[in-house]
């Protein structure tokens, strides 16, 4: 089973912090079609976050389509991230890639036009 890297004192909430881990799982192959998540209960207390921030994450993400619970069984991939988020849902992702990049950067004195640039270089040396 797939550990999720949950970090309190990270600036990102908690809920986006395990949403975007789950997201990941299923777009690098961790996760796949099918598999079978913890519970909310048992994800809670080995993350030792409240389980309320768990479920709201599961329900998000049936919501979108990427996990679906089957009750009284638990809850399971529906489908590959990329096949199952909205337009709308990756952008928001993708936005929220981009904060935790620049704040990162930040966080090792680069400012966001340095990072930009850094990218933006690499970019060209890749094609």
């Given at each position: 089973?797939?550990s999720?890297?949950?970090?309190?004192e990270h600036?990102m909430?908690?809920?986006h912090?395990l949403e975007?881990?789950i997201?990941f799982?299923i777009a690098t192959?961790?996760l796949?079609i099918?598999?079978?998540?913890p519970?909310?209960?048992?994800l809670a207390?080995?993350?030792k976050?409240n389980?309320?921030?768990?479920?709201?994450?599961?329900?998000e993400?049936?919501?979108t389509?990427?996990?679906?619970?089957?009750?009284?069984?638990g809850?399971?991939v529906?489908?590959r991230?990329?096949?199952a988020?909205?337009?709308?849902d990756?952008?928001?992702?993708?936005?929220?890639v981009?904060d935790?990049?620049?704040?990162?950067?930040?966080h090792?004195?680069?400012?966001?036009?340095?990072?930009?640039?850094?990218?933006?270089?690499?970019?060209q040396k890749e094609k």
């Open positions: 089973m797939m999720f890297n949950i970090k309190a600036p909430p908690l809920h912090q975007r881990a997201r799982g192959g961790k796949t099918g598999d079978q998540l519970t909310v209960r048992s207390v080995d993350l976050i389980a309320n921030t768990v479920a709201k994450v599961y329900a993400l049936e919501r389509g990427i996990l679906e619970t089957r009750r009284g069984v809850t399971f529906k489908a991230h990329f096949e988020a909205k337009d709308r990756r952008e928001r992702e993708l936005r929220e981009e935790h990049f620049l704040a990162e950067a930040a090792l004195g680069f400012s966001a036009k340095e990072a930009i640039e850094h990218m933006k270089n690499r970019l």
